[in-house]
Structures are given as structure tokens and as C-alpha cells.
């Protein structure tokens, strides 16, 4: 017994030294407790996640007009944040980012008027950085049949495929725009399964990992292998909700085609700018939702621009804003504006009169 008491002591012990050692290693490379999530700064109220003064009004998101709001990351700094760590947002007259426009379109603008999600509105990304501003920025010297060319930002967090037609036929088209750029992305799921499962899996199940991460902060080894794990399992249970919608051909596009037909029947141009989620990039998840919007916007004569080439070009963790907001950075906006800039150019009238 002695022996066996000896050799249960020394695996006893081996295995704490081989903890503490473990436990010294995760500090030593700076791995852990993850950063807390961001908050967001509104009129002096931090709030932990969301959200800053938006509004509703007939279906069509819009934040308050004129207003200003932060998110604040924690942990180390770095992207393009301030030195607290924030990201400031500035809304314009009409209740968007980005520069103040008339509504009445001026007779010497060819009006760009972009609608999408947080990825057009620039959650995480200084304005002037973002790729609205950016694209702007490239067409501005370009032209269009001899008039100057005017980008105008939609782009809302949250908007859905339903969302954006909403915001299009509410106030877009009111707008006289040239040309429509819908930014889509794999989460804009039309099926209602799949947007609950998104919202419960993003939202609560974020909120709770990071809850019970703080719980374990005093071990680095356990916080960090914990997050892992439940971050993994939760990616595996998007991915396979959205397969399943693939797959089993529940998966519609029909609100693209309705933005379409409006856009035409208004004189303009449409555009889709798919813009993936910025996730493993070498065995993309979402591969079978992608190929089929290219599919359906064969059929349907939509031009499409579709991002994940460009992007996949980088590893998935340097186009993030942050570790806990996996929202595109300045490089991957940069991206973005230089591929749709280039798919525009065939699409725009010649720069001349």
C-alpha cells in the first residue's frame, strides 16, 4: 500500500507542477482571461454589447440625427482605436455615418447609394478608414458621363436582406441614386429559424461565455482554455444551422431580386457586394451559401462582386477590429473598396461627358 500511496502521491504532485507550469506558460505568451466585450459610450451611459441611439420609423433603421456614440474595447490596443481604446461614430442629418448630404440630388452628381449591415455601416473602423468613405475617396476623381460622384452610406447594424429593401424603398430611393450597392452577408439569413438562431447564439451565448470567463480570470490556463472551447462549439453550431438551411434548398434570395426589379424600375443600377464573414478562410463554412447567391444572381442578371477571394488572401485574424469583435478592419475595408472600385468600373458610365 505504501507503494501505491507513494506512486498516487508523485501523480499527484506531477500533475500540479505540470498545471504550474502550464499556467506560467499561458502568462508568459500573453494568453488568458479574454478582453471584456466592447461597450458602448452614449450621452455619459456605458452599456456593455449594444447599442447606440437608433431608431425606427416605418420599418427603416436610422440612428438619431446628429448624434455621436463610442464603442470602447479592453485589453491591449490596437487597430486604429483612440487612446481609450474607442472608436467614435459621428451621424448625419438623415440619421447615418458619413458626410451630410442633400436629399435633393444636385443636376451634377451620379449618386452611389450603398445599404448593407454594421460591415457598410463600419462598427469598429474610424470613418475615414471605412469603405464607404474610401470608395468615395477613389471615385471622387473619376466621374461619371461628366458629372462627380457621390457615395452615400446606408449602411445600418443589424439590417437584414428584408431590412435593407425596407430602408431603399423608405428613404433610398427618395434619393434619385444612380446606382444601388447591396452589401450582403452570410448572416442575412431570410429563414426565421436561422435569424433566431443567430440572434440567441451570438447574442446570449457571447454574453454568457464571456460571463463565465470572468468567473474563471483568476487561471489564465482555465479562462483561456475555456473560451476556446465554447467559442468553438458555438462557430460548429452557426455552421451547421446555416448548412442545414444550404443544403435542404430553404435558402432564398427573393428580397435581392425585389431590390433589384425597385432599383430598375427607379433608372438605377444594382449592385450585390458580398462581403463573407471573416472566419477560416481556409476551409470557408459558408462556401455552399456563397455559391449559391453567385448562382441565383446569374440567373436573375444581378452583377455580384464577390469579396472572399481578396480577402482569403490574409488569415481571418488580421482583418478583425478586435479579439472580441471579429468586424472588418481597416485592411479588410480596404479591400473591399478597392475590389468594388474595380467592379464598378465597368459599370459606371465613361468618366467624360
Same mark, same amino acid.
Given at each position: ?14 500533475? $500540479? ?32 454589447? $449594444? ?34 481604446? $474607442? ?39 474610424p ?47 427618395r ?44 487561471s ?13 462549439q ?41 462581403f ?8 470557408y ?68 461627358p
Amino acid at each position: 500500500m505504501s507503494g501505491l500511496r507513494a506512486r498516487v502521491l508523485l501523480l499527484v504532485a506531477g500533475t $500540479c507542477v505540470g498545471l504550474l507550469l502550464a499556467e506560467a506558460a499561458v502568462r508568459l505568451l500573453g494568453l488568458g482571461p479574454p478582453p471584456a466585450p466592447r461597450r458602448v459610450v452614449h450621452a455619459g451611459v456605458s452599456k456593455e454589447w $449594444c447599442c447606440g441611439p437608433r431608431l425606427e420609423v416605418g420599418g427603416v433603421h436610422r440612428y438619431e440625427a446628429g448624434s455621436s456614440f463610442s464603442h470602447c474595447y479592453s485589453g491591449v490596443a490596437g487597430g486604429d482605436f483612440d487612446a481609450n481604446g $474607442c472608436v467614435d461614430y459621428r451621424i448625419n442629418g438623415h440619421g447615418y455615418r458619413g458626410p451630410d448630404f442633400r436629399r435633393q440630388k444636385p443636376g451634377d452628381v451620379y449618386r452611389v447609394v450603398l445599404l448593407g449591415d454594421s460591415f457598410t455601416f463600419g462598427e469598429g473602423t474610424p470613418e475615414p478608414l471605412i469603405y464607404p468613405t474610401l470608395l468615395g475617396d477613389v471615385l471622387r476623381g473619376r466621374g461619371a458621363g461628366g458629372r462627380r460622384i457621390e457615395v452615400v452610406n446606408l449602411g445600418i447594424p443589424g439590417n437584414d436582406l428584408r431590412e435593407s429593401r425596407l430602408t431603399y424603398q423608405g428613404f433610398g430611393r427618395r434619393l434619385d441614386p444612380d446606382l444601388v450597392v447591396f452589401q450582403w452577408n452570410t448572416n442575412d439569413f431570410p429563414a426565421p429559424n436561422v435569424q433566431e438562431d443567430h440572434l440567441r447564439l451570438i447574442g446570449a451565448r457571447y454574453r454568457e461565455i464571456y460571463g463565465r470567463a470572468e468567473a474563471l480570470r483568476w487561471s489564465h490556463l482555465l479562462s483561456f482554455a475555456y473560451v476556446r472551447l465554447a467559442m468553438g462549439q458555438l462557430s460548429r453550431e452557426l455552421i451547421a444551422t446555416t448548412r442545414e438551411e444550404a443544403l435542404t434548398g430553404r435558402y432564398r434570395f427573393d428580397e435581392i431580386g425585389r431590390m433589384h426589379r425597385i432599383a430598375e424600375r427607379d433608372g438605377a443600377g444594382f449592385v450585390v457586394l458580398a462581403f463573407p464573414e471573416l472566419i477560416r478562410f481556409d476551409d470557408y463554412p459558408y462556401a455552399a451559401i456563397l455559391e449559391l447567391l453567385r448562382e441565383y444572381c446569374r440567373s436573375e442578371g444581378i452583377a455580384l462582386i464577390d469579396l472572399l477571394p481578396a480577402l482569403s488572401a490574409h488569415p481571418d485574424h488580421e482583418l478583425w477590429v478586435h479579439e472580441t469583435d471579429h468586424h472588418p478592419n481597416r485592411i479588410a475595408h480596404a479591400i473591399a473598396a478597392r475590389e468594388l472600385a474595380q467592379g464598378l468600373d465597368a459599370l459606371l458610365p465613361p468618366a467624360g461627358p
